[in-house]
DNA sequence: CATCTGGTTATTTTT
DNA sequence: TAACCAGATG
C-alpha cells in the first residue's frame, strides 16, 4: 500500500522552518534524526511517552507531524511494538495521510500498524472479532443512512405511527444521536424517549436494535455503541485490549462525542485483574457533572431506571467487590490526544467540545502541551483570525504566532447583492489566474453549499475551471448503493434491505403490492424476503407478469451465486451490473449526471481490485469508500467551510459574512451562545485556511428561498481588528449608476466597524444589532417588498453585467467549431442545444437546465 | 404499476 | 425558486 520508495521530502509539512536557530539546532543533532527540525514544544509533545498528554495544536502548527512523529519515536525507543499502538483519527483521509507520512519517516510500509485507523474502522474490526458476543455474526453488514431510514419506516408503519409527523428520518437522527451519547435503548432518559411518536420513540429504538440483529447488520452508531458494550460485557474482552495497546494516539480529539470518549476511556484504563468488575474498570468519577449533567437533568428524577448510572451501567453479573474497587483509581495508559478547542466545528452532528476542554479533568495529571507556531499563514491574517477567535469564551485559549512577514491585510469587500459578489470574486480569480497564479492553490469557501451555485453559474460562463469538494461521498451516491445492495444480496441472501432496495432498480413490474406481498409471507414463515420470494413464484399469488419478472429475478441471483465460485469477484460484479439490466438503465438515461454515475460504477468495481473476495470488500466499502481523486486538472476548489477543515491554500476567498448567513440565523437560534461560539470558531477555520491572501466578501442583498432579502454584514466583520484589515471596494460593483452610492454608504457603516468593536458602546451597539437581528426571524424576509421594487433596479443592472460577460470571452478571439442547433452535453448541465454563438462563447438552452452562456470548452458535442 | 401533480420545505456532514 | 416526496391519477 504504502510504497517505501516515495520521496522523503514529499510527506514534510509545508514550508516548516528548521525552528528557532542555535539553540533548536545544537539539540536537533543531539537527537534521533526524526527529531530535527521539531520546535521546542513540538519536541516535547513528542517526547513525553509516560502519562495522558494533550497537545493543543493551532492550526497550522503541525499537529500531523507530533503525531507521526511520536509513533515514529516510540518506535524506534522500543517502548511497543507496532501492533500495539492504537492510533484513531476521524476521518480515512487522515488516517492515509498518517500512514503515508509514517512510511516516508520510517522509510518502511506500515503494515504493522493494522491499530491505525477511524474511530469506526477500528470500532468495527473489534466488533468482527467479537460479533457473537454482541448478538451478530463476524460477517454482519453496516448500513447506511438510507437502509436505516427504510427499516424505520417499516418499523413506524408497524407501530401505526404517522410518518408525516413523525418522519423516519427524524427518528434516526435521534437515535444517531443517543447513540453519539453512548445511550443504549434503555438508558435513553425517558423524558426524551417518549418525545418521539406519541411516546414510543424509545420503544422503536429498541426495537430497532433487535432488527439489526435479525438482519446481522449495524449502523455506523453501532459500531462504538456495540462496542462499549461489548467491552463492558466482558471485562476479559476488555482486559485483552488494554494487554495489547501500550500507547494510545487520538487526532482531532475536539471532534470526539461521548461514545468516543467513553471507548477512549475503556481502553485507556490499565487492564484491572482478573475477576474483578467494572466498577475497576470506570470509575464512578467517570461520570463527569458534564456527563452527568446532559444524562440526568433531562429526565424526570422518579424515574424507575435511574438515569444518574446510565453511564456506569450496571454490569450483567453484579460486582463481587465493589468496596474496594471504588477507592482505587486505575493507573491511566499512555493517551496522547490531539486537538483544537478553536477549530471544534461539529458540535451539532454530537461533538463535544468538554471533552477537550475538560481534558486534564478527565485525565488527572495530565501534562498540556500547546503548540502556538504557525507555520502556515502572513501575519496580518493570523492577527486577524485570532484577534477574532478571542472573543469566544469557552476555550483553553492559544495565541497563534509567525515568524512570518506580514503579508497583505486580510481584504473585505462588500457588494449589492450575491450576484455581484459572485462577479467580483470571478474577476479577482481572472486577475489571479492572469498573474500566473495556480488556481490549485486558491479556494473559495462558503458556510453553506447552496451558495456554491451563484459561484458556479459564474464559473461556467466565465470558462473558469472549478471544482466542488464535498458533497455526498462516493458510497453515498444512488448508483454505487444500488450496485453495492446487489453484491450485498449476493453475498448474504438474509439481507433484506438490500434485496429491497434493488427488487425494481431498475424497474422490473415489481412494485409496491408485490413487495408487501414478500413481506408477509417472509414475516409469516420467518425466513429473509429473498427466499419468501422464491417461495412466492411456485404459487400463483403474483399477477403472472410480476411472478415472471420475480422469478427471473431470483433465477439470475442463484447463477450468479454460482457464478461466484468460478468467477473473480471484479468480474462478477461486471457480470451483475450487466445482466441485471443496471448499466443499461442509466446508458438509457440522458440527464446530466448519467455519465458520470456510469463512471462511478466503473470506479467501483475498479476498486473491487484491492480487496481478496467480495466478502473482504464489502465489509470495508462502507467504512473505506471516499472520493479522494480528483486531483486532476488545475482548478479553483468550492466548498464549504466545513470541508475545508484541515486544507490549507494560498488564497482564500470567504463571501457571505452576513448576519443570519453566517453565523447562521439557525443555530444562533437553536445553539444561542454555544451556537454563535461554534460559527466562530468557523470563520477562524475559514481565515487560518489561508497561506497568503484571505479575502472576506458580504452582499447587501441575498436571495433566500426565491425571496430577496437585505442582510447586516456579519457581527464577525466587527470583530476582526481594524489594523489587520483593508476595506476595499467590490470590482464588479463600480461603473453603474446607482450601485456606486449605495456601495459609498455601506463603506460608510464599514468605516466604523474597525475602531467600534473595542469602544465602550460596542458592546451595546452589537446588543441591540442582535435584537434586531434576534426578532426578526421574519424580519429577513420582512424587506422583500421594498426589493420588489428594488428587483426591476436591479434588473436593469444586468444588462451590462451580461456583455461584459461577453466580452471577457471574446477576448480570447478563437472561433467556435460548435454550429447553431448543434446538440451538445454539459458536465453540469447535461444536454441541450447551441441557440446563439460568440466566439467561442455559446448560449445554450439546456433540457433539464434552462439557457446558459458556456465557454465552448466545456461542452462536447452530443 | 408507472406517471403526474401539488404541497411542502428549505445549514453545516466523518463514519 | 426549486427540489423532493407523497398521494392521486391513468
Known amino acids: 500500500m504504502t510504497e517505501p520508495s516515495k520521496l522523503p521530502h514529499h510527506g514534510v509539512p509545508e514550508h516548516q522552518p528548521v525552528a528557532g536557530g542555535i539553540a533548536a539546532r ?71 495521510e498518517m500512514k503515508l507520512r509514517l512510511g516516508q519517516m520510517l522509510g518502511q510500509a506500515v503494515e504493522g500498524m493494522p491499530w491505525l485507523g477511524t474511530f469506526h474502522s477500528i470500532g468495527g474490526r473489534i466488533l468482527r472479532i467479537h460479533a457473537e458476543l454482541v448478538q451478530l455474526k463476524s460477517n454482519f453488514t453496516v448500513l447506511d443512512v438510507d437502509d436505516q431510514v427504510r427499516l424505520l419506516k417499516q418499523l413506524l408503519q408497524a407501530e401505526n405511527i404517522d410518518d408525516k409527523r413523525w418522519p423516519a428520518r427524524m427518528l434516526a437522527g435521534l437515535i444517531d444521536s443517543w447513540k453519539n451519547r453512548g445511550l443504549s435503548p434503555s438508558q435513553v432518559p425517558a423524558g426524551e424517549a417518549a418525545s418521539f411518536g406519541n411516546g414510543k420513540g424509545g420503544k422503536i429504538y429498541a426495537t430497532y436494535q433487535e432488527r439489526l440483529k435479525i438482519l446481522n447488520a449495524a449502523d455506523f452508531g453501532d459500531l462504538l455503541l456495540e462496542n462499549i458494550r461489548l467491552f463492558r460485557e466482558n471485562p476479559d474482552v476488555l482486559r485483552q485490549y488494554q494487554n495489547r495497546f ?52 433531562q429526565s424526570d428524577p422518579g424515574e424507575g431506571d435511574s438515569p444518574q448510572t446510565v453511564l456506569v451501567e450496571t454490569p450483567p453479573h453484579p460486582d463481587p467487590l465493589p468496596a474496594s474497587g471504588e477507592s482505587e483509581q486505575p493507573a491511566l495508559k499512555n493517551i496522547c490526544c490531539v486537538g483544537d478547542d478553536d477549530q471544534s466545528i461539529y458540535g451539532w452532528r454530537g461533538a463535544e467540545v468538554d471533552n477537550i476542554l475538560r481534558f486534564d479533568h478527565d485525565f488527572p495529571g495530565a501534562k498540556v502541551i500547546r503548540l502556538e507556531r504557525n507555520y502556515r499563514s502572513t501575519g496580518h491574517i493570523l492577527a486577524a483570525a485570532s484577534h477574532l477567535i478571542a472573543h469566544n469564551e469557552g476555550r483553553l485559549g492559544k495565541t497563534l504566532r509567525t515568524e512570518d512577514v506580514d503579508g497583505e491585510k486580510v481584504t473585505v469587500t462588500g457588494s449589492w447583492d450575491s450576484e455581484e459578489e459572485a462577479r467580483a470574486i470571478g474577476e479577482e480569480l481572472e486577475e489571479l489566474q492572469r498573474s500566473g497564479e495556480n488556481l490549485n492553490n486558491v479556494a473559495i469557501l462558503v458556510r453553506a453549499s447552496f451558495q456554491m451555485r451563484e459561484f458556479e453559474d459564474r464559473f461556467v460562463t466565465l470558462g473558469l475551471p472549478y471544482r466542488v469538494i464535498g458533497g455526498p461521498r462516493f458510497y453515498e451516491r444512488a448508483e454505487i448503493r444500488d450496485a453495492l445492495a446487489y453484491l450485498r444480496t449476493i453475498n448474504s441472501p438474509a439481507d433484506d434491505l438490500a434485496f429491497e432496495r434493488i427488487v425494481n432498480v431498475p424497474k422490473r413490474g415489481l412494485g409496491d403490492a408485490t413487495v408487501q406481498l414478500l413481506h408477509d409471507h417472509a414475516r409469516k414463515r420467518r425466513i429473509p424476503l429473498f427466499e419468501a420470494a422464491r417461495a412466492v413464484v411456485e404459487t400463483d399469488e403474483l399477477k403472472p407478469k410480476a411472478r415472471g419478472s420475480l422469478r427471473d429475478l431470483v433465477m439470475q441471483f442463484d447463477r450468479w451465486r454460482a457464478q461466484r465460485e468460478v468467477t473473480s469477484h471484479t468480474e462478477l460484479a461486471e457480470i451483475v451490473l450487466d445482466e441485471s439490466g443496471y448499466t443499461e438503465m442509466w446508458q438509457k438515461d440522458r440527464s446530466a449526471d448519467a455519465a458520470g454515475r456510469l463512471d462511478n460504477l466503473k470506479e467501483l468495481v475498479r476498486s473491487m481490485e484491492e480487496f481478496e473476495n467480495l466478502q473482504g470488500f464489502l465489509e470495508h466499502i462502507s467504512l473505506v469508500m471516499d472520493r ?172 451590462p453585467m451580461v456583455i461584459e460577460g461577453e466580452l471577457v470571452a471574446k477576448s480570447t478571439g478563437t472561433t467556435s467549431e460548435f454550429s447553431l442547433d448543434d446538440r451538445v452535453f454539459h458536465q453540469k448541465f447535461g444536454y441541450g442545444h447551441v441557440v446563439k454563438i460568440d466566439g467561442n462563447k455559446l448560449t445554450i438552452a439546456f433540457e433539464k437546465a434552462g439557457e446558459k452562456k458556456v465557454v465552448d470548452s466545456f461542452v462536447e458535442r452530443a
Open 246 to 297: 501500550k500507547f494510545i494516539l487520538v487526532d482531532e480529539y475536539q471532534d470526539t462525542n461521548v461514545a468516543q470518549y467513553l471507548w477512549l476511556r475503556l481502553l485507556s484504563q490499565a487492564p484491572s485483574r482478573p475477576g474483578r468488575s467494572l466498577a475497576d474498570v470506570i470509575p464512578g468519577d467517570l461520570t463527569s457533572p458534564r456527563l452527568r449533567g446532559e444524562v440526568g437533568s
Open 628 to 799: 479522494d481523486g480528483e486531483a486532476g486538472d488545475e482548478a479553483v476548489s468550492l466548498m464549504t467551510l466545513h470541508s475545508a477543515k484541515g486544507l490549507e491554500f494560498d488564497n482564500v476567498f470567504l463571501p457571505g459574512w452576513e448576519e443570519g448567513l453566517f453565523p447562521s440565523q439557525r443555530t444562533l437560534d437553536e445553539q444561542g451562545r454555544a451556537g454563535l461560539e461554534e460559527e466562530r470558531r468557523l470563520a477562524h477555520v475559514g481565515l487560518t485556511r489561508a497561506r497568503r491572501r484571505a479575502k472576506i466578501y458580504f452582499a447587501t442583498n441575498r436571495r433566500i428561498h426565491g425571496t430577496w432579502s437585505t442582510t447586516i454584514p456579519s457581527r464577525f466583520l466587527d470583530e476582526l481588528p481594524a489594523h489587520n484589515v483593508e476595506i476595499t471596494e467590490s470590482k464588479g460593483g463600480s461603473g453603474w449608476g446607482g450601485s456606486g452610492g449605495y456601495g459609498a454608504s455601506r463603506f460608510d457603516n464599514l468605516e466604523s466597524f474597525g475602531s467600534s468593536y473595542s469602544t465602550p458602546g460596542w458592546q451595546r451597539a452589537q446588543a441591540n444589532r442582535n435584537r434586531g437581528g434576534g426578532g426578526r426571524s421574519g424580519g429577513f424576509e420582512e424587506r422583500q417588498s421594498s426589493f420588489t421594487s428594488s428587483d426591476s433596479f436591479s434588473r436593469t443592472k444586468r444588462g
Open 26 to 96: 545544537a539539540r536537533a543533532t543531539a537527537g534521533p534524526q526524526y527529531l530535527n527540525g521539531l520546535n521546542p514544544e513540538q519536541r516535547e509533545a513528542v517526547e513525553t511517552l509516560d502519562g495522558p498528554v494533550l497537545v493543543l495544536a493551532g492550526a497550522g502548527t503541525g499537529k500531523t507531524r507530533v503525531l507521526t512523529t511520536r509513533i515514529a519515536h516510540i518506535l524506534s525507543q522500543g517502548r511497543a511494538r507496532p501492533q500495539e499502538i492504537l492510533s484513531v483519527t476521524f476521518t480515512n483521509k487522515a488516517a492515509r
